[in-house]
C-alpha cells in the first residue's frame, strides 16, 4: 500500500535541501526536458525530416545517457 505524500513547497526554496531530497536528479531532468524537446524539434525541422513523413522506419535506434533516460527507457 503506497502512502499519500504531501508535496512541501518550502524544499524548492532550500537549494541544500533540494539537492540531498533529490537523490536520483530527476528535478533537473524534468526542468531541462522542455528546452531539449524544442532544440530537437528545431534541429529535425532544419535537418528536413518533414520530407520523412509517411514513410516507414526499417529500424528504430534508442539512445539513453546517465541518469533518468535509462530509467524512462529500460
Known amino acids: 500500500m503506497q502512502r ?6 518550502d524544499l524548492l526554496d532550500d537549494p541544500g535541501r533540494l539537492e540531498v531530497t533529490d537523490t536520483g536528479g530527476l528535478l533537473r531532468a524534468a526542468a531541462t526536458a522542455g528546452a531539449q524537446v524544442r532544440s530537437t524539434a528545431s534541429a529535425a525541422e532544419e535537418a528536413g525530416l518533414g520530407r520523412l513523413a ?4 526499417r529500424a528504430l535506434v534508442l539512445l539513453t545517457r546517465p541518469g533518468a533516460a535509462a530509467a524512462a527507457a529500460p
Open 54 to 57: 509517411g514513410e516507414r522506419p
Open 4 to 9: 499519500d505524500r504531501a508535496f512541501d513547497d
